[in-house]
Protein backbone atom coordinates (compact mmCIF):
# COMPACT_ATOMS: atom_id res chain seq x y z
CA UNK A 1 0.00 0.00 0.00
CA UNK A 2 3.28 2.39 0.32
CA UNK A 3 3.54 1.97 -3.32
CA UNK A 4 2.00 4.57 -6.45
CA UNK A 5 0.22 1.32 -7.67
CA UNK A 6 -1.04 0.11 -4.16
CA UNK A 7 -2.74 3.53 -3.35
CA UNK A 8 -4.63 3.59 -6.50
CA UNK A 9 -5.58 0.19 -6.02
CA UNK A 10 -7.13 1.12 -2.00
CA UNK A 11 -8.57 3.94 -3.80
CA UNK A 12 -10.14 2.03 -6.36
CA UNK A 13 -11.70 -0.17 -3.78
CA UNK A 14 -12.83 2.43 -1.78
CA UNK A 15 -14.61 4.05 -4.36
CA UNK A 16 -16.30 0.90 -5.97
CA UNK A 17 -17.46 0.31 -1.80
CA UNK A 18 -19.31 3.76 -2.01
CA UNK A 19 -20.84 3.32 -4.74
CA UNK A 20 -22.53 0.03 -4.52
CA UNK A 21 -23.40 1.66 -0.80
CA UNK A 22 -24.93 4.34 -2.79
CA UNK A 23 -26.64 2.03 -5.31
CA UNK A 24 -27.90 -0.50 -2.77
CA UNK A 25 -29.27 2.83 -1.21
CA UNK A 26 -30.97 4.32 -4.47
CA UNK A 27 -32.75 0.35 -5.04
CA UNK A 28 -34.31 0.22 -1.18
CA UNK A 29 -35.49 3.66 -0.36
CA UNK A 30 -38.86 3.95 -2.04
CA UNK A 31 -40.23 0.70 0.15
CA UNK A 32 -37.07 0.34 2.53
CA UNK A 33 -35.76 -3.13 3.56
CA UNK A 34 -38.71 -4.41 5.18
CA UNK A 35 -41.66 -5.71 3.42
CA UNK A 36 -44.23 -4.26 6.07
CA UNK A 37 -43.42 -0.76 4.93
CA UNK A 38 -44.22 -1.57 1.08
CA UNK A 39 -47.95 -3.04 2.81
CA UNK A 40 -48.46 -0.04 4.98
CA UNK A 41 -48.14 2.25 1.80
CA UNK A 42 -50.76 0.22 0.19
CA UNK A 43 -53.09 0.10 2.94
CA UNK A 44 -52.89 3.96 3.60
CA UNK A 45 -52.93 5.82 7.28
CA UNK A 46 -56.19 6.14 8.85
CA UNK A 47 -57.92 9.36 8.25
CA UNK A 48 -61.37 10.96 9.49
CA UNK A 49 -64.14 10.99 6.96
CA UNK A 50 -67.69 12.27 6.40
CA UNK A 51 -69.70 10.67 4.27
CA UNK A 52 -72.40 12.94 2.34
CA UNK A 53 -74.41 9.91 0.87
CA UNK A 54 -75.34 8.27 3.97
CA UNK A 55 -74.21 10.78 6.87
CA UNK A 56 -71.79 8.33 8.10
CA UNK A 57 -68.79 10.01 10.24
CA UNK A 58 -65.32 7.93 11.05
CA UNK A 59 -61.67 7.30 10.32
CA UNK A 60 -60.93 5.24 7.08
CA UNK A 61 -57.28 4.40 5.55
CA UNK A 62 -56.95 6.84 2.76
CA UNK A 63 -53.09 6.65 0.69
CA UNK A 64 -51.87 9.66 0.32
CA UNK A 65 -51.86 9.88 -3.29
CA UNK A 66 -55.79 9.22 -3.34
CA UNK A 67 -58.16 12.04 -4.27
CA UNK A 68 -61.11 12.94 -2.67
CA UNK A 69 -63.82 12.14 -2.82
CA UNK A 70 -63.38 8.32 -1.35
CA UNK A 71 -65.33 5.25 -1.27
CA UNK A 72 -67.47 5.12 2.04
CA UNK A 73 -66.81 2.06 4.51
CA UNK A 74 -70.46 2.26 5.10
CA UNK A 75 -72.74 2.84 1.86
CA UNK A 76 -69.78 2.56 -0.56
CA UNK A 77 -70.65 5.78 -2.55
CA UNK A 78 -67.88 7.80 -3.17
CA UNK A 79 -68.99 10.43 -1.27
CA UNK A 80 -66.64 10.37 1.63
CA UNK A 81 -64.45 13.64 2.26
CA UNK A 82 -61.81 14.48 4.51
CA UNK A 83 -63.59 15.32 7.93
CA UNK A 84 -62.82 17.69 10.66
CA UNK A 85 -63.86 17.59 13.90
CA UNK A 86 -65.86 20.68 15.57
CA UNK A 87 -64.20 22.25 18.40
CA UNK A 88 -67.48 23.13 19.53
CA UNK A 89 -70.07 20.24 19.49
CA UNK A 90 -67.31 17.49 18.63
CA UNK A 91 -69.08 16.34 15.53
CA UNK A 92 -67.48 15.51 12.18
CA UNK A 93 -68.11 17.22 9.24
CA UNK A 94 -67.22 17.29 5.77
CA UNK A 95 -64.04 19.63 5.13
CA UNK A 96 -65.22 22.53 2.60
CA UNK A 97 -62.55 23.36 -0.04
CA UNK A 98 -63.32 27.30 1.45
CA UNK A 99 -60.72 28.83 4.30
CA UNK A 100 -64.04 30.59 6.00
CA UNK A 101 -66.72 28.19 6.93
CA UNK A 102 -68.64 27.57 9.68
CA UNK A 103 -69.88 23.93 11.39
CA UNK A 104 -72.94 22.71 10.01
CA UNK A 105 -74.41 21.53 13.21
CA UNK A 106 -74.09 23.77 15.94
CA UNK A 107 -72.49 27.08 13.43
CA UNK A 108 -68.81 27.31 15.46
CA UNK A 109 -66.89 29.83 12.95
CA UNK A 110 -63.88 28.63 11.23
CA UNK A 111 -61.09 30.58 9.43
CA UNK A 112 -58.07 27.90 8.04
CA UNK A 113 -56.08 31.63 7.18
CA UNK A 114 -55.37 31.81 10.82
CA UNK A 115 -54.71 28.99 13.55
CA UNK A 116 -57.09 29.14 16.66
CA UNK A 117 -55.83 30.39 19.85
CA UNK A 118 -54.56 27.52 21.85
CA UNK A 119 -52.96 26.07 18.69
CA UNK A 120 -54.47 23.07 16.85
CA UNK A 121 -56.13 20.51 19.31
CA UNK A 122 -54.79 16.86 18.81
CA UNK A 123 -56.71 14.58 16.08
CA UNK A 124 -58.70 11.85 16.99
CA UNK A 125 -57.90 8.99 15.61
Do not use: H
Not at 7 to 17: E, I, N, Q
Not at 75 to 104: D, I, N, Q, T, V
Request: hydrophobic content about 30%; charged content about 25%.
Amino acid sequence: MDTPRGRAVAVALSLTAVAGAITIAIVFWPTGVNPDVANRRKQGRPIPVYCKACNWSGTTNVQDEQKYPVACPKCGEEKAFEARRCYGCKELFAMPEKLLYSCPRCGYKYDDRKTPPGGLPPMDR
